[in-house]
């Protein structure tokens, strides 16, 4: 049953990835726009679980605050950094995250952690040095590095969050601290936004009919990730679940890339993200 869990969320994200990617390739030019699409996708996220909120206690809004503020600078450097390189070493970056709450998970809350696991945690740092390969015809830029190495932090603040609400006593409000997190989220993007416009640089993505099937879509599949991520942190040892979702994310979302979006890597880059998933597939063991 885990198994089928972790495949499933795998694979909410790849669909994410791959339909953020597109959208964020073809029509982001601003700033602006990049903050109008995301606040679009949080209000539906937040929409499609909107009945539990009345019923949200104090400490799920406390959460819900944390969450809110890590998912905005997530997805507004993450959506950036989709715009400008290579979806698969994006997506491998930013699931480095993972090692952040399988720390807290070991630490913390004594969660298994064998020492297989340590030697998959060292060679996934391998992998993350391997792709960063400055020189080469397939060279990443800063601009992108530091984006997507902002977009890892933030998630990694996102999984803490979400492990910390998990392991408490609040975790079956799941629900409602989904919908609180994303409405929070959706008034702090459209807040970014109007920042945006005040400087002159309006959307031009607000005017456009994909911009708003593309977010609905990315909204609703966000939605039920995160529920379902949710339930998954406070019933899977986090050093088994962040570990195998990670690996299972970066497999599918390097196939998307190259298939889908026809990114170019490089022999170095390649063996990179091979050494990544056997590093996570390691861990599993």
Known sequence: MDFLIVFILCSLATAKVSLQSRFSKKHLITSS????FNATVFLTAALLFSPNIPDTSF????FSIIFALFTVLFQ????????IGNVSLTV???????????AISAVIYRESLS???LIGILLTVASFVLCIELKSKTSISWKWFLLSTFAMLSNAGISITQKVFGSSSFAIEKESFVACSYLLAFLIAILVCGVGILKKEPTTVSKKIPCYLFATSIGIILAIFQWLNTYAIATIDGTFLFPMYSGGSILLSSLSGIFLFKDKLSLRQKCSILIGIFAIILMNF
């Open 33 to 36: 726009d990049a903050s109008f």
């Open 59 to 62: 400490q799920t809004w406390l």
């Open 76 to 83: 507004l450097s993450y959506t950036k950094a989709l715009s």
């Open 92 to 102: 491998m970056i930013v699931n480095l995250s993972m090692l952040f709450p399988v």
């Open 115 to 117: 020492f297989i696991r």
